[in-house]
């Protein structure tokens, strides 16, 4: 990097406030913030050349001063189901993935927080790597905006792209990383993706998931309260406390408790828990009765996720049949509960999956090897 791009401001990471302070301080008018703003992420526009209703002057002021640009793409592939993964150079050898799911009525992206994750999951891939460091901003921004830029200029046929609409809807911060732990960093990076001169999505239309730090929880129910998934995978504390072993700090009366306090102030009226299946861990229809009577007073959907095997890992995937059968438990006890379709297999989908084969810098999958035996052991 020379040290002219070191000073610069990568302008996508700048949300509405940042952006018009920004610009003061250039010697310009606030509402010249909102005019880029709608250049940036909903033309998407990557130099200030393009931005005729500018003047000259500002314009080249714009260049001097800031970038506008996502991490390097180091490799953009797509299944044969039309699910599209993009893993991004975020230097120093690290790489963090985006996956597009098109749907007929919608484009979701997932995209990463962090590169790595300090929070150890036993069965998580990306949780193997360790902790490298938090996205800026402008990464995670960037993540969206490369993924609307790169499927316009390849021609996506989508009724709300032929309405004048950008190509992704929806976004989940279920990638790379532990959303809430990069808390200072994601916050404006989801008041971009609300924001009418930004990406103009609606609440119900970003989704963060957690593994429960129950302070952040809270002070994102004041901040910018959007959709609320939350990573359960286990219905009593001990063997949540050896899947998820933040729950050691936040066990599940602290985490459940949070859940109803954000519902408060939540898009939905539901919160969503994620539960990766894993064979004869966490499948069996006694872990399901033990769920439902959990979480009973608590408003919620259930999404249960056929566990993504990846190398070196001790874990297996819950027959289908008892995948059913646990699903068949929670539905009867009156849960909304679906099951993830596997979707990309072909380019290893699956949170963390591609990053985590490009690179494992850590010894970090051993100690995760000996946790996963001592927990199927149980
Ligand atoms: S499941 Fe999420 S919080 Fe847990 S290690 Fe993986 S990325 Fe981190």
Not at 180 to 192: K, M, T
Not at 287 to 307: G, M, Q, S, T
Request: hydrophobic share 45%.
């Amino acid at each position: 990097m020379s040290r002219a791009t070191a000073t610069m401001t990568p302008l996508l990471g700048l949300d509405a406030p940042a952006l018009e302070r920004w610009f003061a301080e250039l010697g310009e008018k606030p509402f010249r913030a909102r005019q880029v703003s709608r250049w940036l992420h909903q033309r998407f526009v990557d130099d200030p050349v393009h931005m005729t209703d500018l003047a000259r002057s500002a314009r080249e002021r714009l260049a001097a001063a800031a970038t506008i640009a996502a991490p390097a793409v180091i490799r953009d592939t797509t299944a044969a189901d039309g699910t599209r993964k993009w893993l991004f150079d975020v230097g120093a050898g690290n790489a963090v993935e985006s996956v597009y799911i098109p749907e007929d009525d919608r484009g979701t992206l997932c995209i990463s927080s962090q590169a790595g994750c300090a929070l150890d999951c036993a069965f998580c891939s990306t949780g193997r790597q360790g902790f490298n460091r938090n996205l800026t901003t402008a990464e995670i921004v960037g993540q969206l905006w490369h993924a609307n830029r790169a499927l316009l200029a390849d021609g996506i046929r989508a009724p709300w792209v032929e309405q004048g609409r950008a190509p992704i809807t929806n976004v989940v911060l279920m990638g790379m990383g532990e959303p809430l732990a990069n808390y200072d960093n994601v916050v404006p990076a989801l008041r971009l993706f609300l924001d009418d001169n930004a990406y103009g999505l609606s609440r119900r239309r970003v989704t963060l998931s957690t593994s429960g730090l129950v302070p952040a929880i809270d002070r994102l129910r004041e901040a910018c309260p959007v959709a609320l998934a939350i990573s359960l995978h286990a219905g009593n504390d001990p063997l949540r406390d050896r899947l998820v072993p933040i729950n050691r700090k936040y066990p599940l009366a602290q985490l459940l408790a949070a859940c109803l306090r954000y519902l408060d102030r939540a898009p939905r009226d539901f919160v969503t828990f994620e539960y990766v299946m894993l064979d004869g861990v966490n499948d069996t229809t006694d872990h399901a009765h033990e769920l439902a009577a959990l979480v009973r007073d608590i408003p919620c959907k259930f999404n249960l996720i056929p566990w993504n095997p990846f190398p070196g890992a001790a874990f297996r995937t819950s027959p289908r049949a008892r995948i059913l059968a646990f699903q068949k438990v929670l539905m009867d006890r009156g849960f909304v509960t679906t099951v993830r379709k596997t979707r990309g297999d072909d380019i290893d989908a699956a949170c963390g999956q591609l990053a985590g084969r490009v690179q494992d810098r850590t010894k970090r999958h051993i100690r995760m090897r000996v946790a996963a035996a001592a927990t199927t052991a149980h």
